[in-house]
């Protein structure tokens, strides 16, 4: 019986291994799938194959073809150019977003959970009355009240996305600060600035790490609602969310003015997506631990 137990037990852990090999080589596949949409973003003025802002009535609505392969939209102009322009602002203002409510957020969360107090009880209020309303209605208020473009966009979403990881970041601070070797560090005599940022946020950073990832397609997909509405990136600037709200009136006409940044949302969304997931359960604690044993 003992040698079936370890018999089992050694397929057990060949299994283990197996799975995380795999899971391995998909983050490094959705990784470089990541770098190489963001390395698209960067040079995309150079690889577009037409000025995306130049317009020629009568090239107007061109169906895809070899010489527009995305086609045209109503000015004549390259939906494929337009695509990949589009691309820098979706992206990079996306991850700028996703950037500034998680350093916001953690901030907040970590200071709550150490601190307490009045400070952590007015804050954590407040994040509830956020975190009470729909998202997109709260930041099409704030946005309206700021007016249109990307700026006021960021900005209406970065005010009602900061709750998420401060409630996160609260409640992995409030789990490391009674463990034993922060009690160490305590006696020994370090000051709470150094407790905070070399031994609480280093432990709590992989799980707020995950939320952010998973978070850029919610926020991508936000932002582009936003324009979409009129209140984000305003004509003639090339934004996927924009670029679907001038192709709608011709959906059935030029279905491809639609379909052309819908795909892109959906392609780039989709990515940073399965690379979160994979990053989560890269970073199960649970997985680590059997594999070591």
Same mark, same amino acid.
């Given at each position: 019986?003992?040698?079936?137990?370890?018999?089992?037990?050694?397929?057990?852990?060949?299994?283990?291994?197996?799975?995380?090999?795999?899971?391995?080589?998909?983050? #490094?596949?959705?990784? =470089?799938?990541?770098?190489?949409?963001?390395?698209?973003?960067?040079?995309?003025?150079?690889?577009?194959?037409?000025?995306?802002?130049?317009? /020629?009535? +009568?090239?107007?609505?061109?169906?895809?073809?070899?010489?527009?392969?995305?086609?045209? /939209?109503?000015?004549?102009?390259?939906?494929? %150019?337009?695509?990949?322009? &589009?691309?820098?602002?979706?992206?990079?203002?996306?991850?700028?977003?996703?950037?500034?409510?998680?350093?916001?957020?953690?901030?907040?969360?970590?200071?709550?959970?150490?601190?307490? &107090?009045?400070?952590?009880?007015?804050?954590?209020?407040?994040?509830?009355?956020?975190?009470? !309303?729909?998202?997109?209605?709260?930041?099409?208020?704030? =946005? &309206?009240?700021?007016?249109?473009?990307?700026?006021?966009?960021?900005?209406?979403?970065?005010?009602?996305?900061?709750?998420? !990881?401060?409630?996160?970041?609260?409640?992995?601070?409030?789990?490391?600060?009674?463990?034993?070797?922060? @009690?160490?560090?305590?006696?020994?005599?370090?000051?709470?600035?150094?407790?905070?940022?070399?031994?609480?946020?280093?432990?709590?950073?992989?799980?707020?790490?995950?939320?952010?990832?998973? /978070?850029?397609?919610?926020?991508? @997909?936000?932002?582009?609602?936003? %324009?979409?509405?009129? +209140?984000?990136?305003?004509?003639?600037?090339?934004?996927?969310?924009?670029?679907?709200?001038?192709?709608?009136?011709?959906?059935?006409?030029?279905?491809?003015?639609?379909? =052309?940044?819908?795909?892109?949302?959906?392609?780039?969304?989709? #990515? !940073?997506?399965?690379?979160?997931?994979?990053?989560?359960?890269?970073? /199960?604690?649970?997985?680590?631990?059997?594999?070591?044993?």
């Amino acid at each position: 019986m003992s040698e079936n137990r370890i018999n089992e037990k050694k397929i057990s852990v060949r299994k283990q291994k197996v799975k995380k090999n795999h899971i391995r080589e998909k983050l #490094i596949f959705f990784t =470089a799938l990541t770098v190489i949409l963001l390395i698209i973003a960067v040079f995309a003025r150079k690889l577009c194959p037409y000025d995306p802002y130049a317009q /020629d009535l +009568l090239q107007a609505q061109k169906a895809p073809s070899a010489e527009h392969i995305l086609g045209t /939209d109503r000015y004549g102009r390259d939906m494929f %150019s337009r695509v990949l322009v &589009g691309s820098t602002t979706s992206i990079y203002a996306t991850l700028l977003l996703v950037a500034i409510v998680t350093v916001v957020g953690t901030v907040i969360g970590i200071v709550c959970g150490w601190c307490g &107090g009045i400070a952590d009880t007015l804050l954590m209020r407040i994040s509830d009355l956020f975190l009470a !309303f729909p998202s997109l209605v709260f930041a099409l208020a704030v =946005a &309206g009240v700021l007016g249109g473009g990307i700026h006021n966009a960021v900005i209406a979403l970065a005010v009602i996305g900061w709750p998420k !990881f401060a409630r996160l970041a609260r409640g992995l601070t409030l789990a490391q600060k009674d463990s034993a070797y922060l @009690m160490a560090v305590r006696m020994s005599g370090s000051s709470t600035p150094k407790i905070l940022f070399k031994h609480v946020l280093p432990n709590i950073a992989g799980q707020i790490l995950v939320t952010a990832v998973l /978070d850029i397609g919610t926020m991508m @997909m936000e932002l582009a609602g936003l %324009s979409f509405l009129g +209140l984000g990136v305003q004509p003639p600037a090339a934004e996927w969310g924009s670029m679907i709200n001038d192709g709608r009136s011709m959906l059935q006409i030029s279905p491809w003015m639609v379909l =052309a940044p819908g795909a892109a949302i959906f392609i780039t969304v989709m #990515i !940073f997506n399965l690379l979160g997931d994979t990053l989560r359960d890269y970073m /199960d604690p649970k997985q680590r631990a059997k594999t070591k044993n």
